[in-house]
């Protein structure tokens, strides 16, 4: 690991970055954004995931300055369904933490559970429900593995989003977030459940990465895409292109909001 965070420092020079962004679904071009570069492929990181097989994620860190701020992105996350490995990402965000990041903003697409927030919407997560029954901390041999999550998304960074959407003009929906294992999308009787339990959007991301970041003393927040009403809201089936095609329309607000925080100094909040 130590050798991953040696390599970042060396690459990044100077650049000393406090947030990092995980790029969901139709944020990638966010980090195109990003003004003098550092990219760094995964690849060249030890322990970083291999994003050989899906398609429209890159795997690279891209850092420099954004809306005059320094930031670090990471374009591309491994998830749970890839593998079985919901550790996945504990290479990435062990290494943010190694280099001084303190701040984590995650970024997915979701689909929704509530028929009043549409495709396109945005969703500042305030609470997750992990339904997965994995962890990325199963196996952590010390006490230190038993992270408390009553606060896992941080109250001022949620206000700071809040705030930069309220600038940028753009409606922010709050929510819940159940996290599936996937790769299947989830059937009507589970939607039916997960709507029943509280929650308003599910997806397949996120929750272990902000499991991990609480676990390296990271302060998180985390917003979703809607990309989808979830199964058995319409009378069509899900598909993975119908989230890639609908995720750069609420992907480009998400990034409005995110250019906000940065440009008006919020995501030192
Ligand atoms: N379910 C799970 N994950 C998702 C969905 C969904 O409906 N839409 C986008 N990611």
Known sequence: MSRAIDIIVERLGGLAPTTAVVL???????????ANAVRIPYGDLPGFPDMGGVSGHAGELVAGAFA????????????????????????VIEALAGIGITKLILTNAAGSVDPEMLPGSIMLIEDHINFSGANPLIGEP???????????????????VEKAAGIAGVRLR???????????????????????????????????????????????????VITNLAAGMTGAEL?????????????????AVLKTMFAEGLADG
């Not at 598909?239 to 990034?255: I, N, Q, W, Y």
Request: net charge neutral; aromatic share 8%.
């Open 24 to 34: 969901g679904s139709g944020l990638g071009p966010l980090a195109d954004e990003i």
């Open 68 to 91: 005059g701020t320094q930031v670090l992105m990471l374009s591309g996350r491994a998830h749970y369904y890839e593998k079985g490995d919901a550790a996945a990402m504990r290479p």
């Open 142 to 160: 010390d006490e230190r593995r038993f992270v408390g999550l009553t606060r896992a998304y941080d109250a001022d960074l949620r206000a700071s």
């Open 174 to 224: 709050k929510g819940v977030y159940m996290w599936f294992s996937g790769p299947s999308f989830e059937t009507p009787a589970e939607i039916r459940m997960a709507r029943l339990m509280g929650a308003s959007a599910v997806g397949m991301s996120t929750v272990p990465e902000v499991i991990l970041a609480r676990f390296f003393g990271l302060r998180v927040a985390a917003c979703s």
């Open 239 to 255: 598909s993975h292109s119908e989230t890639k095609d609908m995720a750069p329309v609420g992907g480009a607000r998400l990034a």
